[in-house]
Structures are given as C-alpha cells and as structure tokens.
C-alpha cells in the first residue's frame, strides 16, 4: 500500500476493504519511497464471499 498524506487509518481501512472483510491485520514494515512518501507492507487475514 503506498500510504498518501493524511490520517492513516481510514487508507488502511478503504485499501482491506476493496479485497474483503478484515478479521485482523497489522502493519509489518514502513519504508520511504523515493518520491518521499510512505511505503507500507501489511499483512492481514480477510473474509472473502463469491
């Protein structure tokens, strides 16, 4: 996930949702990009329905 500027919690909470319902998850690593923004690895465990 490439983190924009701003409250990051509702980033996170709209990226989980475009793939699922997520049970848990957790950033596991924050990098900064070469433009000088973010770089987030998340891992999560998500419900997906057909």
Do not use: N, Y
Not at 4 to 10: E, K, Y
């Amino acid at each position: 996930m490439l983190a924009a500027p701003g409250p990051l919690l509702p980033q996170l909470r709209a990226a989980l949702a475009e793939r699922g319902e997520p049970l848990r998850w957790a950033i596991t690593t924050v990098r900064p990009s070469e433009d000088g923004s973010r770089r987030l690895r998340i891992e999560a465990v998500l419900l997906q329905f057909p």
